[in-house]
């Protein structure tokens, strides 16, 4: 086994028998050091071998020490094991004893310092301990055993707070912000620990200054290992954080973890997945028609291409199973979500080493819209369903029913706890969440961004539109996501009708592979390429608000379903009142823009789906994966991507003859897209090059030139230069700076949340009131006798609700509110802010403010 033959060092001996060190006191018990690190041990070798990390740091291993002696191997090994065991040695600190602890060991000398900390003398301790053994070695295998025990170091200064940065680690051992140094060996603070720690501290604060200049000077200039070195301390940090605080949980709180939320079975979820009609409809295709077609330009059956697909990909797949990251390129309607969730399903058939799956989508709406999926395809299975958990910032805490309901206190109080910790640390076999969730895990700095590093290793992550953000940093993206999926064995499944070719942008070349060798056989194919005409006469208009009015009534007198999509808000507001207005227009008319809660959201889809003629008045918010399926379409024009997937909207079906989308300019897309270099005029519909590519369906063309624009600007001489950020940002470890640049979207706009009270009804029948759920909310905060874990899984229900009661504002200091709680603004007469059923807003602007 990986840590066989490694020493485990032994707390007792470290500690002075003379003296008791706590870890933790609860009531009248008091939880030793030993005891503590004993618990965090057991969870480290669970979590080791529940999600099978031992390959993991094998693979670590090849990218650094590739060629090193088995001594300077086996020492990397011990390093690392006892990371976890010293990080808390710094509570021999008498003053933490008794200041935290109410332990006093009657060491006076220690109280003058009044220095509680802990975190920072477990690294001096742990750097003092490997110093002596890793001085030993020569050459290139000392550099990288210097730099790793001050990495493991960081870590365990990092255990209690949020991620930093490598410099800021060096200058804690300098000067604090009162000019004091915060831990100084060398002048006096020894009695720290020369009472109760049995080993004498030989390092200094001068010695320890000059590893960190040496490793300065060593930063290997290879993009690869300085992205390596980064996913280590993010994947280590994530460790001992999950190893704590299990550890501390079970002592405080008498709740152990067991499960860790792995798939050990992937034919319990794949078995059901093909008990499904849809699933065994494309096996008798395979069976008996797959492979022995060549031309299918006369197909008329739209499912025929849809199963093609399926068995193309997965044939594909197979084909290259060593790849780690899948391109899935397929037209809008081509069944990409269904495939891509039997791929998932054939990896880790394939793949013994993989153990759990992530499904992550742009928009909250998406996750929504596929956890609704797979409850249909897994609704026999309630055990399965139990083992898929939705995480985002709108969905409660998941909880198991028939546990949640057991009316013994004690064993109800511990479940709590557990579905704490689980949400916390992702123990559950499938998860569905957001682009900007999967994110924050990636390059996110708080604790709660950490949690979960661990949770992605060994797993296969499918990512929708991973292109719908921010193209800035595509190459960032892609050098990362490469990175990662290479040291923490991760399968990526990339998937979209628009897909750039992001190779071109990274700096780290991965083993990618396109799963649809033949694209023209989908996007050339007349069922996907001929679906929907293409006009542009409106372009051409110089009243274009009263002709496309004149326009989209006209059509709405053919008892056609009508999508009219605007990028400006207040664009789309105004032209949903006119048409409201116009008594001529029989036809139902709804609104649906980023300003609808939840229950509107529902409600608005759900109508569209069921009625024969309609118009509907979106925003952008209808482009991406929203499964509806209108006859015409009308769209400010703005980038290609999102065009296509506009086009996706219409005659989605592929069955309806006579579908058309015309397209508009009433605001500039320059004004919305900002720093999108798809927004460039020459590139837009504007021109009949994009027009052509629009038709034609050649994104390739189209990405071939937005690519080499975007070398151009992150290749050059300013602060986007991407090769000058992986070397001194990721290369120094600057994790804050990291995650300002890898956000997905930037919005410095001053807003408020107000919560509109009033009665609704959800989508499912339910009742829901307002004024109820935010009395319930205050309730739960202001209960001070409620156990931490209960209260939390409690609010996350609440919240949930509460979602259905908040919008976005700007900021308007002037407008009058019922009650605060924190910056959420509480407006009891939100009802009179509504006009049949539908947000008025001018009211709420003359009232409230403008939405966001």
Excluded at 39 to 49: A, L, N, P
Excluded at 769 to 792: F, P
Aim: charged share 30%; aromatic share 12%.
């Amino acid at each position: 086994m990986y840590f066989d033959g490694i020493t485990i060092l032994k707390i007792k001996e470290l500690v002075n028998n003379k003296y008791s060190i706590y870890a933790h006191v609860k009531d009248e018990c008091n939880e030793s050091l030993e005891a503590h690190i004993d618990f965090c041990i057991k969870y480290f070798f669970r979590i080791m071998e529940h999600k099978g990390l031992y390959s993991v740091f094998e693979k670590m291993e090849k990218e650094f020490l590739d060629g090193f002696s088995q001594e300077a191997v086996s020492l990397f090994r011990e390093m690392l094991l006892n990371t976890f065991v010293l990080h808390d040695m710094g509570k021999v600190n008498p003053y933490f004893q008794k200041s935290r602890l109410g332990n006093n060991l009657k060491i006076r000398e220690a109280d003058r310092y009044k220095n509680s900390h802990h975190s920072m003398l477990s690294s001096v301790i742990y750097i003092d301990y490997y110093f002596a053994v890793v001085k030993a070695f020569k050459g290139k295998e000392r550099d990288v055993l210097l730099d790793f025990m001050m990495m493991n170091a960081y870590v365990i200064s990092r255990h209690h707070g949020q991620l930093t940065s490598f410099e800021e680690f060096k200058e804690k051992f300098k000067a604090d912000g009162e000019g004091e140094k915060l831990l100084d060996v060398d002048d006096g603070q020894k009695e720290l620990f020369e009472y109760t720690y049995t080993r004498k501290i030989n390092i200094t604060i001068s010695t320890i200054i000059k590893i960190f200049n040496k490793i300065d000077r060593n930063i290997n200039k290879n993009k690869d290992i300085s992205v390596y070195r980064y996913i280590y301390e993010r994947f280590m940090l994530s460790m001992l954080v999950a190893c704590d605080f299990y550890a501390t949980s079970e002592f405080m709180d008498g709740v152990e973890i067991k499960d860790i939320g792995v798939i050990n079975n992937i034919e319990e979820f794949y078995s059901t997945y093909k008990e499904g009609e849809i699933y065994k409809v494309i096996r008798e295709y395979e069976e008996e028609r797959y492979g022995k077609q060549k031309e299918f330009s006369k197909i008329t059956d739209i499912n025929v291409l849809r199963t093609e697909m399926f068995l193309d990909t997965e044939k594909s797949l197979e084909k290259n199973i060593d790849s780690d990251i899948f391109y899935l390129e397929a037209p809008t309607g081509s069944g990409k979500s269904n495939a891509a969730t039997n791929l998932s399903f054939k990896l880790m058939e394939k793949d013994k080493s993989k153990n759990k799956i992530f499904y992550v989508y742009p928009f909250n709406t998406l996750v929504e819209q596929n956890i609704n999926i797979l409850k249909k395809v897994f609704e026999k299975e309630k055990d399965i369903l139990n083992k898929i958990a939705v995480i985002n910032s709108i969905d409660p805490i998941k909880l198991d029913e028939k546990v949640y309901k057991n009316e013994d206190e004690k064993v109800q109080l511990e479940y709590y706890k557990k579905a704490l910790l689980n949400r916390q640390f992702l123990n559950y076999p499938m998860v569905l969440t957001t682009h900007v969730t999967l994110f924050k895990y990636f390059f996110g700095v708080s604790k709660e961004d950490v949690f979960p590093v661990h949770q992605l290793a060994n797993s296969i992550i499918v990512l929708d539109e991973v292109q719908s953000y921010k193209n800035l940093i595509w190459g960032e993206i892609i050098t990362f996501l490469t990175c990662f999926a290479k040291l923490l064995n991760i399968k990526f499944i990339i998937m979209s009708a628009t897909m750039p070719d992001l190779n071109k942008l990274t700096l780290s070349m991965g083993n990618t592979v396109r799963l649809v060798d033949d694209r023209d056989k989908y996007f050339k194919n007349p069922i996907f390429k001929n679906r929907v005409e293409v006009d542009y006469a409106l372009l051409n208009s110089e009243d274009i608000f009263e002709d496309l009015y004149i326009h989209v009534k006209e059509k709405g007198l053919l008892h056609k379903k009508i999508l009219v999509e605007f990028i400006n808000k207040n664009s789309a507001y105004e032209f949903y009142n006119k048409l409201k207005d116009d008594e001529e227009i029989l036809c139902q008319i709804e609104l649906m823009t980023g300003d609808d809660n939840i229950s509107e959201r529902d409600r608005i889809l759900e109508k569209v789906k069921t009625s024969e003629e309609i118009i509907l008045v979106a925003t952008q918010v209808i482009e991406a994966g929203v499964d509806i399926d209108m006859d015409i379409g009308y769209k400010n024009i703005s980038l290609l991507d999102s065009e296509e997937q506009f086009l996706g909207r219409i005659n989605r079906s592929c069955k309806k003859p006579g579908c058309i989308v015309y397209f508009f300019k009433l605001d500039e897309a320059t004004t919305i897209y900002r720093e999108d270099i798809r927004n460039n005029k020459d590139i837009t519909l504007n021109h009949e090059f994009t027009r052509g590519i629009l038709i034609e369906k050649d994104f390739d063309k189209f990405y071939d030139v937005v690519i080499e624009r975007l070398k151009n600007i992150t290749g050059g001489v300013n602060r986007l230069n991407i090769e000058n950020f992986f070397q001194d940002e990721v290369g120094k470890l600057n994790f804050r700076e990291v995650d300002k640049r890898m956000q997905l979207i930037s919005d410095n706009r001053k807003e408020i949340s107000v919560y509109l009270s009033s009665d609704l009804v959800k989508r499912e029948g339910e009742k829901i009131y307002g004024e109820e759920v935010w009395e319930k909310y205050k309730e739960l905060l202001s209960d001070t006798n409620m156990e931490y874990a209960e209260k939390r899984v409690k609010l996350s229900k609440v919240r949930s609700d509460m979602n259905n009661f908040i919008y976005k504002i700007k900021w308007n200091e002037n407008f009058t509110y019922n009650d605060r709680i924190g910056e959420l603004y509480y407006i009891e007469d939100g009802d009179k802010y509504f006009k049949d059923g539908k947000l008025d807003k001018e009211k709420f602007i003359s009232g409230i403010g403008d939405f966001i």
